[in-house]
């Protein structure tokens, strides 16, 4: 079987391809895609202004929170992302990414009303099954509704909700904790009694519904670059889509177990930084929500808009691997200033120095998800998207919180000395990101001369 890249129109029929959308069109479903992620980090990260509360009211230790906050929500999310990726290759994306959000945002609030660990842990699973179903189509989508030379600038902007989400997780719910902490437990009929951290659950979980509802507004686009049988068939078994992954696995692994390893870095710091503040710094969570919040939303913005800039520039100088180049040389420009950080003994001077760290080290964010779509066939862009989910977020987020939380634990042995933690997760995984950047260059340029003349059993 060979691939077919016209578009589902031109494949199906005699018809002309629909070809893509109006730009206004296209614009106005990556901004609700963009507000779709924006929420699912702050639906996710929330927990980590919350440390303390949940210690205190269930008496876990770090290493238990760590359990409760990553591999709970990480575990589920990476499996489950396997057969919505899937579906998302076959059936409507819109209502598959409007259902999720509606989903994820039931259960944020559903552990908003938790009375016991085993309840939190529930509600965490359910949140990561409902966000596993948004990146699959959501990329797909939005490759299909842009032009090459706009695709990478839609991709990153998308993305930028990664640093969004995440910083307004922590300034939004910096402001929500400070709030319901000063108004104290609330008694509601039937309900009963929420207590600060559980009435901030609650209050960032709702809103999802009425985002669910604005998603299926937007117009799906034409699939474009389907691979098809000769005999007409369509839908590709999954043994071909691991066939076709594992014939390329000098591109793909490298690529996705290296973005792994800076999602590592990331969600380590992102679980731990606003708790550093406050342990060793005597920052309120207020202050520290909203000081590392702020920071995060305008240095992700920065650097991964500036990424595909870098990419493009590299392209128009006839690299073929111009994704992966800006990858690597972003990655090593990031980890002095990351390492650095939280070694330099002031609140001030951490955040000073951690500004340059945190814009390169979000630029790989965009540029990642937009370097394995052209080389990927579009009945395949899905499930390609939940294989890089599932390792970046089983890799990243299970054990990237839970390695930092141990480092503290049973490395360093004490609660004071989460910084040297910080310090060496940034020390050991962004140089381990750099090396299979590094090492996957030249497959990925074959890969590059591959795309559209792919040739499957």
């Given amino acids: 079987m060979t691939v077919d890249t016209r578009t589902a129109g031109e494949a199906g029929s005699a018809e002309p391809a629909a070809g893509y959308p109006p730009l206004g069109a296209a614009n106005y479903g990556v901004v609700l895609l963009f507000l779709a992620y924006v929420l699912s980090f702050l639906d996710r990260n929330i927990l980590s202004l919350l440390v303390g509360p949940i210690r205190e009211q269930f008496g876990i230790t770090d290493f238990q929170y760590s359990l409760l906050a990553g591999a709970a929500f990480a575990l589920v999310y990476s499996f489950a992302s396997f057969p919505l990726g899937r579906l998302a290759d076959h059936y409507s994306r819109r209502l598959i990414v409007a259902a999720s959000v509606a989903f994820w945002s039931l259960a944020t609030a559903a552990g908003g009303l938790a009375n016991s660990v085993s309840q939190l842990f529930a509600s965490r699973m359910a949140v990561g099954a409902g966000e ?38 922590l300034v939004i719910g910096g402001l929500l904790i400070d709030y319901y902490t000063r108004i104290g437990p609330i008694d509601l009929p039937v309900i009963g009694t929420l207590q600060p951290w559980q009435a901030t659950l609650v209050t960032v979980g709702l809103p999802g519904v009425l985002l669910a509802l604005l998603l299926l507004t937007m117009v799906e686009p034409q699939r474009k670059e389907l691979a098809v049988s000769r005999s007409g068939r369509e839908r590709l078994p999954v043994a071909e889509f691991v066939r076709f992954i594992w014939e390329r696995k000098r591109v793909y692994l490298p690529l996705f177990i290296g973005s792994s390893m800076l999602a590592m870095a990331g969600y380590g710091s992102s679980a731990w930084y606003p708790e550093f503040l406050v342990r060793n710094y005597g920052l309120s969570r207020g202050d520290a929500g909203t000081s590392y919040g702020t920071i995060s939303i305008i240095t992700g913005v920065v650097g991964i808009m500036v990424a595909p800039w870098i990419a493009n520039r590299l392209a128009a100088r006839g690299y073929r691997d111009a994704y992966v180049r800006t990858l690597l040389a972003t990655t090593l420009i990031a980890t002095p200033p990351s390492v650095a950080a939280p070694l330099v003994g002031s609140a001030t001077l951490t955040l000073l120095v951690l500004i340059p760290g945190m814009v390169f080290s979000g630029a790989y964010l965009g540029v990642m998800a937009a370097a394995f779509q052209p080389i990927t066939p579009n009945q395949m862009r899905g499930q390609a998207t939940a294989f890089y989910i599932f390792l970046t977020s089983f890799i990243g987020m299970a054990f990237g919180t839970s390695t930092l939380a141990a480092f503290t634990d049973f490395l360093f042995q004490d609660d004071g000395k989460v910084h040297y933690s910080l310090a060496t997760m940034q020390a050991i995984f962004k140089p381990a990101g750099a090396l299979l950047f590094w090492y996957c260059l030249s497959a990925y340029r074959k890969a590059m001369e591959e795309a559209g003349k792919w040739e499957v059993a």
């Fill in 132 to 169: 596993a179903g948004l990146a699959p189509p959501a990329y797909s989508i939005i490759t299909d509704s842009y032009r090459p030379a706009h695709f990478g600038y839609a991709m990153s902007f998308y993305k930028t909700g990664v640093r969004v989400g995440g910083g307004f997780a």
